[in-house]
């Protein structure tokens, strides 16, 4: 059936899942985006979160063909994505962040990119500030021993970061998944609600083996901060370090919760200081405490020795991000000086 459906032009290889909340302003360029992809072979899936703007209706009428899954309430971007992923029926799905206009070959470089391997889990895209086009707004995420996930190449010239490259993982506002093994790993973590949820998908995919990379080629420009209105917000700093917390304690076993339990002390306290600083520091210790409060409630992922060569390749990755990134850190405050 499959056969047939190829040689008639049908099967579908991607299914592209764009999850919304009030998101009207910016569904039209990102939907006319798509419509002027190189790689046909595709369908869309608009996830609304309840919407009170208007946009189910607006799709409807502007946009009959888009199939609109509308939920009874705002359940947070983990939940619409699973919802899209569990009702897509294709080897691959596209997640792509309502605020955001693609590049005519971001479908095809992604698709590109993930058939290279099938240990390739995901596939992050090269994002692009909308309204800063010759600055890069992500290049992929990082994860650290501190605790803290690195935006890769935020603010740096779109000229850097031009070669296909591992990284810990996609950025899940525009990104392509090989969507069975999520059936393997699990889905989204939907206590995430927001927020860190794709780095903890990535980090369950490479304990069971599997590897994200970044695609230079596949490009978005991104709006930012599109859903939540601002890059710091109260709301924000509570859900990501309530989140971090959950990362963390869920992914590592206690082993390599007591190995890194120092760094992650120290970059809590870090992290408490900046926040403190202008002025979310309440917000930040709100959503720590209540990390460590329902931690436990968590779905840890059970530690199975034969994954022990990947915590280990985790861990020593991790090692050298935090090396990477601390020395890019006093380089760029040294540059300033």
Request: positive net charge.
């Amino acid at each position: 059936m499959v056969s047939l459906m190829k040689k008639v032009g049908l099967y579908m290889k991607v299914t592209v899942i764009i999850p919304n909340y009030n998101g009207k302003h910016f569904i039209e360029a990102c939907l006319n985006s798509l419509s002027k992809q190189t790689c046909k072979s595709f369908k869309t899936i608009v996830v609304d979160n309840a919407s009170s703007d208007g946009s189910v209706e607006y799709l409807h009428a502007e946009y009959p063909k888009v199939e609109t899954i509308t939920l009874d309430q705002n359940y947070g971007f983990s939940k619409a994505v699973n919802v899209g992923i569990q009702h897509a029926d294709t080897p691959y799905v596209i997640l792509l962040n309502n605020d955001t206009i693609a590049a005519p070959n971001f479908i095809r470089e992604l698709l590109r990119t993930i058939e290279r391997s099938p240990r390739t889990f995901s596939v992050s895209s090269k994002m692009i500030q909308m309204y800063h086009p010759d600055l890069i707004d992500s290049a992929g995420d990082l994860y650290t021993l501190v605790g803290w996930g690195i935006c890769r190449g935020t603010g740096r010239p779109i000229s850097c970061y031009t070669e296909i490259s591992r990284i810990f993982s996609a950025c899940a506002g525009a990104a392509i998944y090989r969507r069975k093994v999520f059936e393997k790993i699990g889905y989204f973590d939907e206590n995430h609600f927001a927020y860190l949820e794709d780095i903890d998908i990535a980090y369950r995919a490479k304990i069971h083996g599997f590897h994200n990379l970044y695609c230079p080629t596949a490009i978005v420009h991104h709006v930012g901060s599109g859903t939540s209105g601002s890059k710091y917000n109260a709301f924000k700093v509570r859900l990501s370090a309530r989140n971090s917390i959950y990362l963390n304690y869920k992914n590592m076993p206690l082993l390599q919760l007591i190995i890194n339990f120092l760094p992650l002390c120290a970059g809590y306290l870090i992290k408490w200081m900046f926040f403190l600083r202008i002025g979310f520091g309440k917000d930040y210790v709100r959503g720590v405490r209540e990390g460590l409060k329902n931690c436990k409630k968590q779905k840890k992922v059970p530690f199975q020795i034969h994954h022990l060569f990947h915590y280990i390749q985790i861990e020593i990755e991790l090692i050298i991000n935090t090396v990477l990134y601390a020395n890019d850190w006093f380089r760029r405050k040294l540059f300033q000086k």
